[in-house]
């Protein structure tokens, strides 16, 4: 075993207080946020069970692991909720001068659509 895989194996937590392991070196039954996603769960409320630890870029880097057997199944936004953001996302490209609906969102920084904008500021 390499002296960095060593320096981050702490698999009681005894170091590092949650149990510690090295870059690709967790065993099986854990899984990060974005892995628990990719499955199509989340965390669902259960505390980080261990933690992955490497260098990187800037000094030492983390990535917590949760446990896969208390996962729970991600929720689905209902009809309401999806209606609601598409009303939102048409009020972003409604531009408030015209009143045209745009295929893109409104920019802040010109308050209005890129037609209605003095062409020198658009530019």
């Not at 880097?61 to 446990?67: E, V």
């Not at 295929?103 to 209605?116: A, D, H, N």
Request: one cysteine or more; aromatic letters at 8%.
């Amino acid at each position: 075993m390499s002296r960095i895989r060593a320096a981050y194996r702490d698999p009681e937590g005894e170091r590092y207080g949650l149990p510690t392991f090295w870059w690709r070196g967790a065993p099986a039954g854990f899984a990060t946020r974005r892995q628990l996603r990719a499955r199509g769960l989340c965390p669902g409320g259960q505390p980080i069970a261990a933690q992955i630890l490497w260098r990187g870029v800037g000094g030492e880097r983390a990535a917590y692991l949760y446990r896969l057997d208390l996962a729970r199944p991600k929720r689905t936004a209902t009809p309401a909720v999806r209606a609601a953001l598409a009303k939102a996302m048409r009020a972003r490209r409604t531009c408030p001068t015209c009143r045209c609906v745009r295929p893109y969102v409104i920019p802040r920084s010109l308050g209005e659509c890129l037609s209605c904008a003095p062409s020198e500021v658009a530019a």
